[in-house]
């Protein structure tokens, strides 16, 4: 949708991080079931509208598409995109490995950094922070997930550089 419609929602209806991270937006519609045999957790919800909450600011800054977009309709396909946000030197990379692909990693090229810079990485499923220049990232990283259906939040920021 960000191609299109910078400014969007869509309904979410589950909170494991791949259903609820596919459909962040500018906003979401939420439809969680909280009482029956498809009950959500409380807890969980909190932690998917704290999530949200966080990670919705991104949503404002520079698009970028980090896989093709040939066939990203099929669930053979991983697809990711980078949310940039120049003025406040950070942004987000957002991953999906989806249900029926079979490589277990993909490089993606970052864009709008400044290569001379150092950026901190933070992979928030992982718990794990990096750093690695801008033009390390802008000539590609690896991500990688185990199986799908799953997804990557990496958040970074700018620590060294020109200002």
């Known amino acids: 949708m960000n191609f299109y419609l910078p400014i969007h929602g869509s309904a979410i209806y589950k909170t494991d991080d791949y259903t609820f991270r596919s459909g962040l937006g500018t906003t979401t519609v939420t ?41 990203i309709t099929t669930d053979k396909v991983w697809l990711a995109y980078q949310l940039n946000r120049p003025d406040q030197k950070d942004g987000i990379v957002l991953a999906f490995r989806r ?27 992982q718990d794990i922070r990096k750093r690695s220049s801008g033009k390390e990232l802008m000539n590609g990283i690896d991500i990688s997930l185990p199986q799908g259906p799953s997804s990557l939040l990496i958040k970074y920021n700018k620590i060294e550089g020109k200002e």
């Open 99 to 125: 249900k029926d692909n079979t490589k277990e990693s993909i490089q993606v090229k970052l864009r709008g950094l400044d290569e001379s810079a150092v950026y901190e990485l933070y992979y928030k499923d």
């Open 31 to 71: 439809g969680w079931e909280v009482t029956g045999s498809y009950s959500e957790s409380i807890l969980k919800i909190q932690e998917s509208n704290r999530e949200f909450k966080l990670l919705r600011p991104y949503f404002y800054g520079d698009y970028y598409p980090l896989t093709g977009t040939d066939d």
